[in-house]
């Protein structure tokens, strides 16, 4: 409990601190009622996460790592101090929004699993409404664009981990969940993004941008991630040179590979990957191809 | 840290219904980002706490519970979902205001004790400018305004616990804390009230008023108090007739108690109430005097 009342202490803070960006310290203690020997720890463990400074009597938040004051074209952006998940928040949003919150109470990952989503990190949702048949294109569009983008701003060498995990030199930095809600000709997706950008991942196997670059502003990588998703159509209208650069990306093929499945765990070398975003995998002479929705978790034995 | 997460999102429907009582469940999701199911059992457990009714469509917080519904005249009132302490957001706000909270993240008790501030009660700090001669007798006044508003409106048979607890039969119902701010010629007090209304104690030897009487809408409670409150200057001119009151409501005298100082503990009978609030105990023959500041805990030995 007494992470949980620090983590509680923070959000009050985030919440006042996104309602104005720069606050005496006397004001920010008569709004969040905490003292202020405990505010100037609890300042200080923030600026590792945030890009703030503040001194004994002010403390200003970059509005640059802060994406309300983002305002991207065609776009609704709404951001929360704390949600359930931005997934079920972006429901009500409708397509063309992001939906973006400083801490998940409930993240949702593949398979329903949870994960962390902390301070510092991008927790979104993209929801657009797009014809039917770009559906299976969109984790694979969605993985390549955001590690096309962590690469084209930070240099630091991000692939893709199949089906869509983004990490680097196989520690996970992002992930991605598609889901939808179709209707007659078209349907309405939310992508899950979330990327480990100045948060303390926490998780073993994890890594932060901030630990590879340091802390960046997380406005430049949200600026560049919408513009591409905005340009979405012309890269699924373009799907060999889509799945052709998915390939490129891949960290996963030629690897010895544990698949786990409902039906249990098969071991073998990742050998191809089928155009559908399907994965070959090379087993005691046999060839199984798993999709993205039977493979519960897919991890490298080397 | 499951506990953590269900108070985390109670907070986040709370915050979302202080901006306005009434919500369809579907936006209430939208803005809160739990899932229908989650949202249902929440607001199940909410409404045990709070003056709330909902169906599959909607949620309405009766307005008699909501705090910052109150505009009671001549002073100003401040309803936060969570603060860290009223007591130190009360410092920013100035004389003739009353700061409350949903949630305390470090209640402060007497000689920085903790104590628990959760969903449902009324955690209030109460700030006045009052003449230097007042001090002394503003927590005697506190216990009595406390005991007589419970008393009036619910015939309870509250009573004082020396030095100002509020019990019903044994069991603390209320707790007050006066810290104060000293001018040339006057003062800023902040009288710190706590009262087990409609929340769940949690702790041993301690009583909601809803384990009484049932639920209650805060606001009735809240109105007197203040309106009492608003009158100190009476209160406290007839001084002989306040220690007197004061005298009535006490539940102590003549009984066997224990007396915790930071010099030892002590047992003996509560004899007498000096005219300062100080507590006269018969121990071995001797009389013994203590102020409320020397002692650390009061307890009843039967």
Same mark, same amino acid.
């Given at each position: 409990m007494v992470l949980g009342e620090k983590l509680l202490m923070k959000l009050l803070i985030l919440s006042r601190l996104m309602e104005r960006? $720069?606050?005496h310290i006397k004001e920010l203690i008569r709004e969040t009622g905490i003292s202020s020997e405990r505010l100037n720890k609890l300042l200080r463990e923030l600026s590792k996460n945030y890009l703030m400074t503040y001194d004994e009597s002010s403390i200003v938040w970059n509005?640059? !790592?802060?994406? &309300?004051t983002l305002k991207p074209w065609g776009w609704r952006l709404y951001h929360y /101090? +704390? =949600?359930? &998940?931005t997934q079920d928040a972006a429901r009500g949003h409708g397509p063309w929004s992001i939906v973006i919150a400083e801490y998940l109470i409930e993240a949702k990952g593949r398979h329903g699993r949870s994960w962390k989503a902390n301070l510092g990190g991008i927790w979104a949702t993209i929801s657009l409404q797009v014809p039917s048949e770009w559906a299976p294109l969109l984790p694979i569009a969605a993985s390549v664009i955001v590690a096309k983008t962590l690469n084209s701003l930070y240099k630091i060498n991000a692939k893709i981990k199949w089906p869509n995990d983004i990490v680097v030199n196989g520690s996970k930095i992002a992930g991605i969940l598609v889901e939808a809600e179709a209707f007659p000709n078209s349907f309405i997706a939310y992508i899950g993004i979330g990327i480990n950008v100045?948060?303390? /991942?926490? +998780? $073993? %196997?994890a890594i932060a941008l901030k630990d590879l670059? %340091?802390?960046?502003?997380r406005n430049q990588l949200l600026a560049s991630l919408i513009g591409r998703f905005s340009r979405m159509g012309k890269i699924v209208d373009e799907k060999e040179k889509l799945i052709k650069t998915y390939k490129e990306y891949l !960290?996963? =093929?030629?690897r010895k590979v544990i698949v786990e499945t409902h039906s249990g765990v098969i071991e073998g070398i990742a050998e191809d990957l089928r155009d559908d975003g399907s994965i070959v995998i090379a087993s005691e002479g046999r060839e199984l191809v798993f999709d993205p929705i039977t493979v519960l978790r897919l991890r490298y034995k080397d």
């Open positions: 960006n $720069e606050w509005p640059a !790592d802060i994406p &309300s /101090p +704390v =949600l359930g &998940s100045n948060n303390n /991942p926490g +998780v $073993e %196997g670059v %340091g802390l960046k502003p !960290d996963t =093929l030629g």
